[in-house]
């Protein structure tokens, strides 16, 4: 009987490391949805202020389950991705990485995910946290570039 609850949790353990560690693999980005830029922060910065425009930040971590809903069910959504596409520097970064956890300390961002507006010269215009609908995204980033425009 010892012998049989052995086996039977040495399986249970291999089945949910399997299950786990599917959950935290990378989500592919759509096509269709929000695309982030591929550089670092400076870079992003850089090109923000070339082209004039607001960064929104997605600061997550591989382990944050709101963050991983966020990336498979807002990010992708169409709408969100043309608004956010033709009127924002997109950056999403692991704030457990040395560059993020500089960007957690520096905007004193205290959860993940959190989703962050920010001006070409890196001040904070909109900080909110927690898995949020494509809809409410959508309000956010157009909410925060009219208050900006209007300044």
């Not at 550089?39 to 930040?57: D, R």
């Amino acid at each position: 009987m010892k012998k049989a609850n052995l086996i039977f949790f040495i399986a249970l353990a291999i089945v949910s490391f399997g299950f786990v560690s599917n959950y935290f693999t990378d989500v592919p980005e759509s096509p269709d949805g929000i695309h982030f830029f591929k550089g670092s922060w400076k870079e992003a910065v850089a090109k923000a202020k070339a082209e004039n425009k607001l960064i929104f930040l997605d600061v997550y971590a591989t382990w944050c389950g709101p963050c991983r809903m966020l990336k498979k069910k807002t990010f992708p959504d169409k709408t969100a991705g043309q608004y956010f596409n033709d009127h924002y520097v997109n950056v999403s970064i692991d704030g457990e990485t040395e560059e993020g956890s500089t960007l957690v300390q520096k905007y004193a961002l205290s959860a993940y995910p959190s989703l962050v507006i920010l001006n070409a010269e890196e001040k904070p215009v909109a900080i909110e946290f927690g898995y949020h609908s494509a809809d409410w995204l959508l309000d956010f980033g157009r909410t925060n570039l009219e208050e900006q425009n209007t300044k």
